[in-house]
């Protein structure tokens, strides 16, 4: 069984900057696609970046390219999210998930973990 626990949300003025992080534990999860992603209240998740293999392969979600920066350490149990210049449309709770078996996409199909979220509140 994986856990995996997010930490590093909070509210912040537009241009702001957070980094999330979340900490796996278990097993199940070492060597497959690792991802964040985040839902606004009435939607579904919407895939924000993912990481496999210490890097060897990541992708981002146009709306994040060039302001967000994931990272994973070299044990693979901690992946990073760095959010620069946030905006108020970045509001959202945060998931992290894990185990993704398809390489790294941003399908929630694709990842069999998911942490309880952390909430990112960006003010204008």
């Known amino acids: 069984q994986v856990q995996l626990l997010e930490s590093g949300g909070g509210s912040v003025e537009a241009g702001g900057s957070l980094t999330l992080s979340c900490l796996a534990s278990?097993?199940?999860?070492?060597?497959?696609?690792m991802s964040w992603f985040r839902q606004v209240p009435g939607k579904g998740r919407e895939g924000v970046s993912c990481?496999?293999?210490?890097?060897?392969?990541?992708f981002y979600h146009d709306s994040v390219k060039g302001r967000f920066t994931i990272s994973q350490n070299s044990e693979e149990n901690m992946v990073y999210l760095r959010m620069n210049n946030l905006k108020p449309e970045d509001t959202a709770m945060y998931f992290c998930?894990?185990?993704?078996?398809?390489?790294?996409?941003?399908?929630?199909?694709?990842?069999?973990?998911w942490g309880q979220g952390t909430q990112v509140t960006v003010s204008a």
């Open positions: 998930a894990a185990g993704g078996e398809w390489g790294c996409t941003l399908g929630e199909s694709n990842y069999a973990y």
């Open positions: 990481i496999i293999s210490h890097g060897t392969q990541i």
């Open positions: 278990g097993s199940g999860y070492r060597r497959k696609a």
